[in-house]
């Protein structure tokens, strides 16, 4: 019984040693102060407890009143304890907040955050992120985009009585995603004197840390928007990405980071009626789908070939406005379709703050007018 006993004091005391001793380092952020505008390098100033003075001072960058850990800015062993923070790799114009956390022996004693907006002169503008959830075998895309042709993300807006409330979304366990693709889209305004870009991208926060995944030639000529997409392997459903670009300005220069893009993957959209090939003896037909998990409205589409064909021409749909609704009927007031095969989908959609962030396309189903 002593000998147990012995033992557990023994442990107790070990594990003590091992968690650390004493009170958490006392810690806080002394520069930049609350709702400061910050640009180029800045100094981000830490104070510590008279104990505590040779403790290690760790700086992230993070969401604004989020709870992930964020993104590493930089760490210091020194009083007083100065970091530098090269504010141009972070994103420009999004609300973040930064915080401290201090080490010693094993104890961590963490600061409350002050919130920060980033504001350089240099950063190009990111107009749109969207992230897609397509059907397999899709052909005829989009050359460049490698997307469904003819959907402009900048165009689509919800309809009369739709809200931004999206689908309730318990689970962020894919339900149908076999053999579909999954794949992102930047979309940024061109810069003035840019040769190219960066393209960047993000998976744990929006502070980052930012990979480059692409680095292409400025357009030739006039374009409204320069863009670029790309099919992803390493992600799936319910995965957020985040999105922003460079301007390459001459040999060794670069801007600082546009603002960043916050997508999410979701689900696969599905249809419910008419059936692959079903017979439509009217020519108007009514369409119906399911609701998706997190989205907030849905597109539909009656062609004339597969929808997403280049030169494919829509003979009924109600893009760019989103419908709440789960089923639509061919207009009365409408000419009913002629003798022939047509192609129909519907996708479902996500936006956050009035901007398109998902699209999740179905499969492509034909309906037959005799």
């Known amino acids: 019984m002593r000998c147990a006993l012995a033992a557990t004091l023994l442990l107790s005391l070990v594990l003590t040693a091992c968690q650390g001793d ?25 104070t510590l407890g008279e104990k505590d003075t040779n403790s290690e001072v760790r700086v992230y960058a993070r969401l604004r009143d989020s709870t992930e850990t964020g993104r590493l800015i930089g760490t210091v062993n020194t009083s007083p304890s100065i970091v530098s923070w090269n504010t141009t790799a972070m994103p420009n114009g999004d609300d973040l907040e930064i915080y401290a956390s201090a080490t010693r022996s094993n104890v961590t004693g963490t600061s409350a955050p002050v919130r920060v907006r980033v504001q350089n002169a240099s950063a190009p503008t990111l107009a749109y992120l969207v992230a897609y959830n397509l059907p397999a075998g899709l052909t005829g895309l989009s050359v460049k985009a490698q997307l469904p042709a003819g959907v402009d993300p900048q165009a689509i807006r919800a309809g009369v009585g739709v809200t931004s409330t999206p689908e309730p979304q318990p689970s962020l366990k894919p339900q149908a995603t076999d053999g579909r693709q999954l794949a992102v889209e930047w979309a940024w305004n061109p810069a003035d004197g840019a040769s190219g870009y960066r393209v960047l991208q993000a998976s744990g926060s929006v502070a980052g840390p930012y990979e480059v995944v692409r680095s292409p030639a400025a357009s030739a000529g006039s374009v409204a928007l320069e863009k670029y997409s790309r099919l992803l392997s390493d992600v799936n459903v319910g995965d957020k990405i985040y999105g922003s670009v460079r301007s390459i300005l001459g040999v060794g220069t670069e801007s600082a980071m546009s603002n960043a893009g916050r997508a999410i993957f979701l689900d696969a959209q599905q249809v419910a009626s008419p059936a692959q090939n079903q017979v439509v003896p009217d020519g108007r037909p009514i369409l119906t789908w399911t609701a998706l998990s997190g989205a907030d409205g849905y597109l539909y589409f009656v062609c004339d070939r597969p929808c997403a064909e280049n030169g494919s021409k829509r003979l009924w749909t109600n893009y760019p406005y989103t419908t709440s609704s789960r089923s639509a009927a061919f207009p009365s007031a409408q000419a009913a379709l002629p003798k022939g095969t047509y192609h129909w989908w519907v996708a479902g959609t996500r936006s956050t703050g009035g901007k398109l962030v998902s699209l999740s396309y179905s499969e492509s189903r034909q309906l037959v007018v005799p």
Do not use: E, K, M, R
């Open 22 to 46: 004493g009170p958490p380092p006392s810690v806080a952020l002394i520069t930049p102060t609350n709702d400061a505008t910050v640009s180029g390098t800045a100094a981000i100033q830490v």
